[in-house]
T-cell receptor, first 113, second 110 residues
Framework: DAGITQSPRHKVTETGTPVTLRCHQT?????MYWYRQDPGHGLRLIHY???????DKGEVSDGYSVSRSKTEDFLLTLESATSSQTSVYFC????????????FGSGTRLTVV | EDKVVQSPLSLVVHEGDTVTLNCSYE??????LLWYKQEKKAPTFLFML????IEKKSGRLSSILDKKELSSILNITATQTGDSAIYLC??????????FGEGTQLTVNP
């Protein structure tokens, strides 16, 4: 998918455990984003990054943290997974930001039991 | 709080029909409006509309931005079963962020 990969593709985890999802890009894009997609809500922004070590919160950031130590990697961590965090998580990248089109990864389906 | 609303939420048509999908928005610092198509996996980019480019067309798909009415439509003519997907509308604002609508689930029956 245009130089963006997410891992893992699927994960089942238990309530209360920490989980880290990885987004890796080979496009050298400045902007990276984490969204979750749920029925009835569409795509909602969790966190985003506008450069190495520069991150900011989105509309549904509670219970999530992110890190970006290299341009190519953006990690999303669920500090203590809850059933409400069962969702499909998409990473996206953008070279221009400011509302320009994103390229999305293939998604990670996370189930918290 | 930025808000994007799409309608209808779902639509079932027959091959050959023409469909119109709607998107309205209430945001601060509007920069662009984008349409995406989502089949089984990741959304794929269709169009981006801005103040300097309010109409786009690609094959059977076209889109118009109405900045006065704060809305956009996506038209698909002569629909095919391959057009079955979720169509997402998103609005870009300052700060490099996109706010998405809930999406319209389009089903095209043969």
């Amino acid at each position: 998918d245009a130089g963006i990969t997410q891992s893992p593709r699927h994960k089942v985890t238990e309530t209360g455990t920490p989980v880290t999802l990885r987004c890796h890009q080979t496009e050298n894009h400045r902007y990276m984003y984490w969204y979750r997609q749920d029925p009835g809500h569409g795509l909602r922004l969790i966190h985003y990054s506008y450069g190495v070590k520069d991150t900011d919160k989105g509309e549904v950031s509670d219970g999530y943290s992110v890190s970006r130590s290299k341009t190519e990697d953006f990690l999303l961590t669920l500090e203590s997974a809850t059933s409400s965090q069962t969702s499909v998580y998409f990473c996206a990248i953008s070279g221009l930001g400011e509302g320009y089109g994103y390229t999305f990864g293939s998604g990670t389906r996370l189930t918290v039991v | 709080e930025d808000k994007v609303v799409q309608s209808p939420l779902s639509l079932v048509v027959h091959e050959g029909d023409t469909v119109t999908l709607n998107c309205s928005y209430e945001v601060t610092n509007f920069r662009s409006l984008l349409w995406y198509k989502q089949e089984k996996k990741a959304p794929t980019f269709l169009f981006m509309l801005t103040s300097s480019g309010i109409e786009k067309k690609s094959g059977r798909l076209s889109s118009i931005l109405d900045k006065k009415e704060l809305s956009s439509i996506l038209n698909i003519t002569a629909t095919q079963t391959g057009d079955s997907a979720i169509y997402l509308c998103a609005v870009g604002t300052s700060g490099s962020r996109l706010t998405f609508g809930e999406g319209t689930q389009l089903t095209v029956n043969p």
